[in-house]
C-alpha cells in the first residue's frame, strides 16, 4: 500500500492535481520512442506480433454462435412419422419419444444435438451464454488487475497457458456441466488475452500510429469470425473445432521464448523500472534509422532516471479521488455497454428468413460484415473528425436507426427495416469500438490495465441482452428496445463531457489524467496564471467537434 504523507491532505478524496508540483520522473515515453524506434523494423515487428493473436480472438469469441445454435427439429413418434415442431407444441406431446435435427450450419454436430439441449432442457443453452459471457467479465476484471501488478505480457502469458487446457477441458466435456464450465473458464482467459494484446500494442505506438494498430486488430478478430465458418467446415465436430482453437492458444506460448515478445516498456517506465525500460529501447533502437546523437541523449536521460525509486502501489483513497478519471470511466463504459446491448435488437428486427440455416448466415454474415466496415470507417475518420466528434455521430446513428424503427417499422417494408437494422449494426459497432479505443487513451498507464478491464466487463454485459431476453421466450423485446435507445440519447449527452484525445500523448500518472479533461461547459476559467504550463497542455480548450491537428 502506498505510505501516507506526513503532511495531512487538506483536500481528502477531492485532491486538486493541477495545484501539486510534477514529481520527478523518467522522460516521456513519446519522446524516447521518437528518438529511439519509432517506425523501426523491430517496433513494426513486435505491432505485428501484438495483432496476430486476435484471429484466434475472433475465432473464440465468434464460436459461441455456432455451439449454441438450435437446429430445426422434429419429434418421432411411435407409428414412425416425425411431426415439425414448428407445427405444434410437440414439447408436451406425450408420444414424442425422440428428436430428429435437421443440419446445421458449419458444423455436422453442436452441443444441442449432442445432449438435446431443447424442450425442458433448453434453458441450458442461455445458461452456458450467460456462463460464458460473465466469464469474459471476470477475465477482464480480475487480469486487468493483474496487468498493471505484474505486467502486460506475463497476463498475457498466463492467460494463455491457461487458456489452452480450459479449452480442452471443454472440448473433451462428457456432460453439459462440465462444457459450461470449461466454457467458462475459456471466457475468462479469453477476457484477460484480449486486454492484454490491446495493451500492449497501444502502448508500443507514437500517437499517429495508435489509431491504425488498434483497428488493424479489430480486423484481425473481424477476419477470425468469417475464418470461423470455414474452419468450422473443414473440422466438422464442434469437438474438434474447439480441440483446434485451444491448440492455437498453446502455439501463442511461443511468445513467452526470451526475445521474443519483450513487457510493455511504456508500463515499465510509468512503474519506473528504467533498467528493463532501457534494456527493450535498446534493442528497438537497433534497427531504427535515428541518428546516433540522438539515441545517445535518449540513453543519457534514461541513465539519469535509473536512481529514481519505484512507484508504490496506489491506494484506494487515491484512486477514489480521481473524479476526472472515473468520470471518463462511467461515462465511455456506460457508451460500451448500450452499444454492445442495442446490437440483438436490431439482429431481431430482420423476422424470419428463408429457413433457419438462411437466417444464420445472414445474421452472422451482415453483424460481422457491418463490425468490418465500422473499422474501416473509423481508420478514415476519427485521426481527421476526432474521437469525440466521431463517437457523437455514431451514437447519433444509433438513436436515429432505433427511433425509426420502434416508430415505424410497421410501416416500412422488408427492405427498408434491413437497411436501418444494418445501420444501427454499423453505428453500434462503431460506437462500441471507439469507445474502448477512447477509454485505453484517457486512463493512465499507472491504472489502465484496470480501467480497460472495466470497459470490456462493460461491453461484455452488455452482450448478456439476448440470453437474457431468450430465458424470457422474447417477451419484452420492444420494451427492452425502448429502454436502451432512450440510454443511448442519455449517454450521447453525456458525450460532450469527455475530453479530445487525438494525437495526445497517452497519460502516464494519476496527476495526467486528472489534468487530461476539457473546460467546464457553462463557464470558462479566469487568468490562468495559477495554473501550471503542464495542465495548459493537458486541457481541452477546443471547441466541441473542432480538432485542429496540434503543431508538430
Not at 465 to 479: D, I, K, M, T, V
Not at 493 to 518: H, I, N, Q
Request: charged residues 15%; hydrophobic residues 45%.
Amino acid at each position: 500500500m502506498e505510505t501516507s504523507p506526513s503532511t495531512p491532505d487538506p483536500g481528502g478524496l477531492r485532491r486538486d492535481f493541477s495545484a501539486l508540483a510534477p514529481e520527478p520522473g523518467p522522460p516521456s515515453f513519446e519522446w524516447l520512442l521518437g528518438r529511439l524506434g519509432a517506425g523501426g523494423r523491430r517496433q513494426r515487428l513486435l505491432l505485428a506480433l501484438s495483432c496476430l493473436p486476435c484471429l484466434l480472438l475472433g475465432l473464440g469469441l465468434g464460436s459461441e454462435a455456432l455451439f449454441t445454435l438450435t437446429p430445426p427439429l422434429c419429434c418421432r413418434q411411435p407409428n414412425g412419422t416425425r411431426l415439425p415442431m414448428n407445427d405444434t407444441d410437440v414439447c408436451r406431446d406425450p408420444r414424442c419419444q425422440g428428436w430428429d435435427y435437421g443440419g446445421l450450419p458449419a458444423l455436422t454436430s453442436n452441443p444441442v444435438t449432442e445432449w438435446s439441449l431443447v424442450c425442458s432442457r433448453g434453458w441450458a443453452v442461455p445458461l452456458e451464454q450467460l456462463c460464458f459471457l460473465l466469464g469474459f467479465v471476470a477475465g477482464a476484471l480480475v487480469l486487468g488487475h493483474l496487468a498493471d501488478s505484474v505486467g502486460r505480457r506475463g497476463t498475457l502469458l498466463l492467460a494463455l497457458a491457461l487458456g489452452c487446457p480450459a479449452g480442452i477441458l471443454a472440448a473433451f466435456a462428457a456432460s453439459p456441466s462440465v462444457f459450461m464450465l470449461g466454457r467458462c473458464l475459456w471466457g475468462a482467459l479469453l477476457g484477460g488475452m484480449q486486454l492484454a494484446l490491446y495493451l500492449i500494442r497501444l502502448e508500443l505506438c507514437c500517437p499517429p500510429q495508435r489509431l491504425p494498430v488498434a483497428m488493424a486488430g479489430d480486423l484481425l478478430m473481424v477476419g477470425g469470425h468469417f475464418l470461423l465458418l470455414g474452419l468450422a467446415l473443414a473440422c466438422g465436430s464442434w469437438r474438434v473445432l474447439q480441440g483446434v482453437m485451444s491448440a492455437g492458444l498453446g502455439l501463442c506460448l511461443l511468445y513467452g521464448c526470451p526475445g521474443v515478445f519483450p513487457e510493455s516498456p511504456r508500463w515499465l517506465l510509468a512503474t519506473r523500472r528504467t533498467t528493463q525500460a532501457r534494456e527493450i529501447l535498446v534493442t528497438l533502437a537497433q534497427d531504427s534509422s535515428t541518428q546516433e546523437s540522438e539515441t545517445q541523449e535518449a540513453l543519457d536521460e534514461l541513465d539519469n532516471a535509473c536512481h529514481l525509486p519505484a512507484v508504490a502501489q496506489i491506494s484506494l483513497r487515491a484512486l477514489l479521488g480521481c473524479r476526472n478519471i472515473w468520470k471518463n470511466i462511467l461515462i465511455l463504459g456506460f457508451t460500451t455497454f448500450i452499444a454492445h446491448a442495442i446490437r440483438h435488437c436490431y439482429q431481431m428486427a430482420w423476422g424470419p428468413s428463408q429457413g433457419p440455416r438462411a437466417e444464420f448466415y445472414l445474421s452472422y454474415l451482415l453483424s460481422t460484415g457491418s463490425a468490418g466496415l465500422a473499422c474501416l470507417f473509423l481508420c478514415l475518420s476519427v485521426d481527421r473528425y476526432g474521437r469525440r466528434g466521431i463517437l457523437l455521430l455514431t451514437t447519433t446513428l444509433t438513436g436515429i436507426a432505433s427511433l425509426i424503427l420502434l416508430g415505424l417499422e410497421e410501416y416500412l417494408n422488408h427492405a427498408a427495416v434491413v437497411t436501418f437494422s444494418i445501420l444501427g449494426l454499423f453505428s453500434s459497432h462503431a460506437a462500441g469500438s471507439l469507445s474502448i479505443f477512447f477509454a485505453s487513451e484517457v486512463i493512465p498507464t499507472i491504472i489502465r490495465g484496470k480501467g480497460l478491464g472495466v470497459i470490456l466487463s462493460l461491453a461484455s454485459l452488455g452482450g448478456l441482452s439476448a440470453p437474457l431476453l431468450w430465458l424470457r421466450e422474447q417477451h419484452g423485446s420492444f420494451l427492452q428496445h425502448i429502454v436502451l435507445a432512450s440510454l443511448n440519447i442519455l449517454a450521447l449527452l453525456c458525450l460532450m463531457l469527455l475530453p479530445e484525445s487525438k494525437r495526445k500523448a497517452l497519460p502516464e500518472s494519476l496527476r495526467d489524467g486528472e489534468l487530461y479533461r476539457r473546460p467546464s461547459l457553462l463557464r470558462r476559467s479566469g487568468g490562468g496564471e495559477s495554473r501550471g504550463a503542464e495542465e495548459a497542455t493537458r486541457r481541452d480548450d477546443v471547441p466541441l467537434l473542432s480538432t485542429p491537428n496540434p503543431a508538430s
